[in-house]
């Protein structure tokens, strides 16, 4: 059953939410500076205090969310359900990268060579959808 607006609504955000929820579970294990980039190979090249880290991308999440709802109501795609499935896929990606970095700033290892082509292999997979929905079957 695919999903509509108002579910891709909720279910974004019960991401967001489980997101935030994330950084504060594990708040008092991560130190105090966060590292929040990283090169391609893995070294950490950017660094944020931890009430910035653990806020910053639930926040931008909240943004994306009201971004893509903005640009959806401002061209709609032919089928409904492709702004739905682009919303919770890109916010659940972005959620995904928030666990990566807390993971990473709790000392687990985090294979970033498996993340990029991960970050890779979601995009080609998220736009094609969305083509094959818009222009192929549309």
């Known amino acids: 059953m695919p999903l509509h ?7 974004s955000a019960l991401i ?7 950084g504060a ?3 008092s294990h991560l130190p105090a500076e966060i590292a929040i980039h990283f090169s391609a190979s893995g070294t950490p090249d950017n660094h944020v205090s931890k009430p910035v880290g653990v806020a910053l991308l639930p926040a931008l999440m909240v943004g994306t969310l009201l971004i893509l709802k903005g640009a959806f109501r401002y061209d709609p795609p032919d089928t409904p359900r492709v702004a739905a499935t682009i919303t919770v896929a890109t ?3 972005m959620g995904a990268i928030h666990g990566l970095v807390l993971a990473w700033n709790l000392g687990y290892p985090v294979p970033f060579d498996l993340a990029l082509v991960g970050s890779l292999v979601w995009a ?3 736009i094609g959808y969305a083509v094959r929905a818009e222009y192929v079957h549309g």
């Open 5 to 11: 607006r108002s579910h891709a609504d909720m279910v």
């Open 16 to 22: 967001i939410v489980l997101t935030a929820l994330a």
């Open 25 to 27: 579970a594990v708040w």
């Open 91 to 93: 916010i659940a990606f």
């Open 124 to 126: 080609v997979f998220v």
